[in-house]
């Protein structure tokens, strides 16, 4: 009896070990479904954040369709030289009791960054919501998960 007990526990502790977090289940590539403007991300967490590279843009390139859009709308001068390819512009989201917020999300279209917070409704899909002052002035934009 003692023998399967400390044979269950053992599998129990695996099993907890490589189960992901709940909030990492946020973490992947995911496109948006409904935007205008199509949008891919790479969500991935550093310390206790989460935060997002743009990977793709259907406004990132120039009409040649390759190469990529600099960031000349940014109110920091000194990243106007800069590539939207590969920018970190989704920043500092925290999990907390289901969702995510705390976060920030900058437009490189329009130099503008909003207010940011997410909630996974399914594995695969995800809502954000970017605002100004209030969440009541924003716009949910719904992704789904590539990989």
């Not at 800069?82 to 490189?108: C, E, Q």
């Amino acid at each position: 009896m003692k023998k399967l007990l400390f044979i269950s526990a053992i599998v129990l502790l695996s099993a907890a070990s490589f189960a992901q977090q709940p909030a990492d289940q946020i973490i992947g590539i995911w496109e948006t479904t409904d935007s205008e403007v199509k949008l891919k991300f790479n969500i991935y967490k550093s310390g206790e954040s989460y935060f997002g590279k743009l990977l793709y843009a259907s406004t990132m390139y120039e009409t040649d369709g390759k190469t990529p859009k600099k960031d000349i709308k940014n109110p920091d001068k000194s990243l106007r030289s800069r590539s939207r390819l590969n920018i970190v512009n989704i920043n500092n989201l925290i999990y907390n009791d289901g969702d995510y917020s705390g976060g920030t999300l900058y437009n490189p279209d329009s130099g503008d960054t909003y207010r940011l917070k997410a909630k996974m409704i399914s594995k695969n899909n995800v809502e954000f919501r970017g605002y100004v002052g209030i969440s009541l002035l924003g716009k949910t934009m719904k992704l789904k998960r590539v990989q």
